[in-house]
């Protein structure tokens, strides 16, 4: 049986749908609905699908496993996407186009960058969320690679009509491929990402935007793991608020013991609770997280050491977790990129899923998206 596809994505009483397609990506409009983004393969490139709707398409995208699409209602009928266009294959360099709707989806706007440097070097992992009726954009920005720095900044930009009003640097030495994520509550934007401290050491940071003032603060350390690594493990983490708590997810290593770690923080991330292991097997990482009435729902995945990995869902009650459920299977490889999970519509016991479904070479990947009971 079919999910009821409506304008949004409202999943019915079924189960399971099946969507040809790649790198799906959730977001919930402010009419409680889901709505879902990925990435379709067309005889000229790619497509950017939103709900079933084509809203943008080219032939010189980059489509990679990490580095994903996103999509975000940032104002009641209004919504955002970005997709990523190779500027100079030679280097792997691309740029953020940002699309916009002011009428629900019905048409879009051309597209806009919201970098400014204009250098041939890697901009990508972008957030989304809106301020005001404005949308406020981060992204990992190279362009100090073109000047043969090694250093990747955090960057972002505050849009107003289709028009940059605010740049902002708001950490100037970041882990160079590790996705970020942004959550918010009703006063403050919050945002995770995986920092680059001395010693290489790549712990997760968080910083918080002031949606009266316009600003940010200093990022601050979520928790020195001891993961020291001269490279970039691309492996984001996760995020979600309410009124009162932050929970934060991360894939981390020490000593060779690769292991996902939950966080919580009572009072708008200035203190955060001692991190708990979510997995019991062998991860991959690649968390997703909601937050829902003082419970934490975490999706990640583990490999048995073969080709295969299994997605798993865990329930966090505030102080013990439950037994991990195995959601589906697809590859380990990085073509099966990140599930993303969020509240099923109107329903506080289920949660959507959506991940790649990879199979062989001789059929082509499945986006899978489950309602998943709680």
């Not at 397609?21 to 393969?41: C, Q, R, W």
């Not at 289709?162 to 491929?177: A, G, M, P």
């Not at 200035?270 to 979510?278: I, N």
């Not at 997995?279 to 009435?293: F, H, I, K, Q, T």
């Amino acid at each position: 049986m079919k999910l009821n596809w409506l304008p949004l994505l409202f999943l019915s009483a079924c189960t399971t749908e099946i969507t040809h397609g790649v790198f799906p990506n959730l977001h919930e409009t402010s009419d409680g609905k889901i709505a879902m983004i990925y990435t379709k393969d067309t005889e000229d490139g790619n497509a950017l699908i939103l709900n079933d709707n084509e809203i943008a398409s080219g032939a010189d995208w980059v489509v990679n496993w990490a580095d994903f699409p996103s999509a975000v209602e940032y104002s009641p009928g209004k919504l955002a996407a970005h997709y990523l266009v190779m500027t100079d294959p030679e280097n792997f360099a691309y740029d953020i186009q940002i699309i916009t709707s002011d009428d629900a989806g019905q048409t879009w706007n051309p597209p806009l960058t919201p970098h400014t440097d204009q250098t041939l070097t890697e901009h990508g992992f972008v957030s989304m969320a809106g301020v005001n009726g404005d949308l406020l954009v981060v992204w990992l920005d190279g362009r100090n690679y073109a000047h043969g720095e090694d250093r990747m900044e955090l960057r972002g930009a505050l849009i107003s009509n289709n028009t940059i009003k605010h740049e902002y640097l708001i950490d100037d030495n970041v882990c160079s491929c590790c996705g970020t994520e942004i959550t918010s509550n009703s006063d403050k934007i919050f945002l995770v990402y995986r920092d680059r401290y001395p010693g290489e050491m790549r712990d997760m940071s968080l910083v918080t935007y002031d949606i009266n003032s316009l600003s940010w603060n200093n990022p601050k350390r979520i928790h020195q793991d001891g993961w020291s690594i001269a490279g970039c493990p691309v492996n984001g983490p996760a995020i979600d608020a309410d009124s009162q708590n932050l929970s934060i997810a991360w894939y981390t290593e020490l000593e060779g013991t690769p292991t996902i770690y939950l966080t919580n923080s009572p009072d708008e991330g200035a203190t955060f609770s001692e991190p708990q292991t979510v997995n019991e097997g062998y991860p991959l990482g690649r968390v997703d997280l909601e937050l829902l009435n003082g419970s934490t729902y975490i999706s990640y995945m583990e490999t048995d050491g073969s080709e295969n990995s299994g997605i798993y869902l865990r329930h966090h009650n505030g102080t013990t977790f439950n037994p991990p459920t195995h959601i589906g299977s697809t590859s380990s490889s990085r073509a099966s990129g990140f599930p993303k999970i969020k509240n099923a519509p109107g329903n506080p016991d289920a949660l959507i899923l959506s991940y790649t479904k990879v199979y062989n070479s001789e059929k082509a990947p499945e986006i899978i998206v489950e309602k998943v009971g709680i």
